[in-house]
């Protein structure tokens, strides 16, 4: 036999170890959409490339990204992000209002969010 028996051994064990150590998080930073919580409401930040924004479409500055946690968590307060830095601009849109759309400005470029309920 050209295996013997403990090289046949330690075959089977190594691979019920890769078989069983394989398995990842079913969470990763990507599993959750990018959000920012403002004023009590949950915005979705889409792709940039979802609408593109100029910047005479910006209205008025509203604020900035206080906090940025961690992109498998939802953020919870006022603020709080799970996407882009701590300082980020957030911007109003013309003609819009801010309870439905709001836009992050991010690396001189501009993200548009919008609320949960849209």
Do not use: R
Request: aromatic residues 12%; glycine residues 6%.
């Amino acid at each position: 036999m050209w295996l013997n028996k403990k090289t046949l051994v330690f075959f089977l064990i190594t691979l019920i170890l890769m078989v069983g150590c394989s398995n990842k998080s079913k969470i990763t930073k990507y599993d959750l959409p990018p959000m920012i919580f403002w004023k009590d409401t949950i915005y979705y930040v889409q792709d940039k490339n979802y609408e593109s924004i100029k910047e005479e479409q910006i209205d008025k500055k509203i604020g900035e990204i206080t906090k940025v946690i961690d992109g498998t968590d939802i953020p919870k307060s006022h603020g709080i992000a799970n996407i882009f830095k701590e300082g980020s601009n957030i911007f109003t849109l013309k003609g819009k209002k801010s309870e439905e759309i709001i836009v992050i400005q991010y690396e001189n470029e501009y993200y548009i969010a919008l609320s949960k309920s849209k």
